[in-house]
C-alpha cells in the first residue's frame, strides 16, 4: 500500500472529485447552543447560517481530539500503510495541526504532520496533491515534501458582509473588526503565515467582488492556475464570481471548482461569504 495522505474536514473538497483520491478525512466538531456535532455528517453549513441569523444563539467549533487522529493513523498503518503524511488547515486558525502533532507522537515516525497554512481549498489542493504522488509511488518523505511546495503556492482570498464573525471567534483582532464596523466598509480579506488579515477595503459589495477578482489574477502569476471559489448561501454571487475569473485568466486557468463552504469555517465567516482560493500549479 502507497503512503496514506490523512487531512481534516474543513479541505471542502468538491463533490466531483468524491472517490476520486484515496483520502482519509478526520471531522472538525461544530457547537450550536451546547448541542455538538460533526461537520459534514452531523452539521451542515445551512445548520451554522440558520443559527447565526437567529438573536441568543451561540456557534463554537473544537478541533478533533488526538484519539480521533490516533485511530485514524493506526487503522491506515494496520492495513499496510508504508506512513503517513497528514495535512492539516493552519495551525494559527486551529488546535488541530496540533492535536494531529501529539497523535503522531504517540504512533511513531511514520506519521508526518504538515502545516498547510491555511484552509478550505487551500488546504483542499495541498491534500489533493500529496494524494496523487502518493498513488504514484511516492516515498513518504516525497510525499509531505510535496505537501510542504503545495502549500506555498495557495493564495486564499475572501468576502464577508461583516468581521463580526470572525471577531467573535479570535480569528481577527478586535481592533480591524472596529475598524471595519465604525467605516463601513466592505472587507477582503487574506490569509498571510497562516493567518487572517484584512487586505482591501471598499465601500459596497459590488466593488470588493470586482476587487476580489483583480487580486485573484494578480495572485495567480503569468503559470497555469487551479481555482475554487467558496460561499455560504450565496450561490449566485459564487457563480458570477467564477465566471469574472474564467474570463480574466483565459487558458491559463485549469480546473475551476464552486463549492459551499463548510460548517466550521462557515461559524467564523458568517452567511454570504464569497471566497477565491488559487493554486499555482508546480512546473517539474
Known amino acids: 500500500m502507497p503512503v496514506a495522505v490523512v487531512t481534516d474536514s474543513t479541505a471542502y473538497l468538491p463533490s466531483e472529485l468524491s ?11 461544530v457547537v450550536i447552543n451546547g448541542d455538538e456535532g460533526l461537520e459534514g455528517s452531523e452539521i451542515s453549513p445551512a445548520d451554522v447560517a440558520r443559527a447565526l441569523g437567529q438573536r441568543r444563539v451561540t456557534v463554537s467549533t473544537s478541533r478533533p481530539a488526538p484519539e480521533q487522529f490516533v485511530a485514524a493513523y493506526r487503522r491506515l498503518l494496520d492495513a499496510g500503510a508504508d506512513g503517513i503524511v497528514s495535512v492539516h488547515l493552519s495551525s494559527q486558525l486551529s488546535g488541530t495541526y496540533d ?3 501529539l497523535a503522531a507522537g504517540e504512533v511513531g515516525p511514520q506519521v508526518q504532520v504538515v502545516d498547510s497554512g491555511t484552509t478550505a481549498m487551500g488546504l483542499g489542493f495541498v491534500a489533493l496533491a500529496a ?7 511516492g516515498t513518504l518523505e516525497e510525499v509531505r515534501q510535496a505537501a510542504v511546495d503545495h502549500s506555498a503556492q495557495v493564495s486564499t482570498l475572501f468576502y464577508v458582509d461583516t468581521l463580526e464573525f470572525l471577531r467573535r471567534g479570535g480569528r481577527i ?3 480591524s473588526a472596529l475598524l471595519g464596523t465604525a467605516l463601513a466598509v466592505k472587507p477582503i480579506l487574506h490569509v498571510v503565515n497562516g493567518s487572517v488579515v484584512v487586505r482591501d477595503k471598499v465601500r459596497t459589495a459590488g466593488r470588493a ?3 476580489l477578482v483583480d487580486l485573484t ?11 475554487a471559489v467558496h460561499h455560504l448561501g450565496a450561490a449566485d454571487r459564487a457563480t458570477a464570481l467564477a465566471d469574472a475569473v474564467t474570463v480574466r485568466l483565459g487558458d491559463r486557468l485549469r480546473d475551476c471548482y464552486i463549492t459551499e463552504i463548510g460548517a466550521v469555517v462557515a461559524a467564523h465567516v458568517g452567511p454570504g461569504v464569497a471566497g477565491v482560493v488559487v493554486h499555482r500549479r508546480l512546473t517539474r
Request: charge should be negative; aromatic fraction near 2%; glycine fraction near 14%.
Open 19 to 29: 472517490g476520486t483520491y484515496d483520502l482519509t478525512v478526520v471531522p472538525l466538531t
Open 99 to 101: 492535536a494531529a502533532v
Open 131 to 137: 494524494s496523487t504522488l502518493a498513488a504514484a509511488g
Open 173 to 175: 483582532g478586535a481592533a
Open 209 to 211: 467582488l470586482a476587487r
Open 217 to 227: 489574477v494578480e495572485a495567480s502569476g503569468d503559470g497555469e492556475v487551479d481555482i
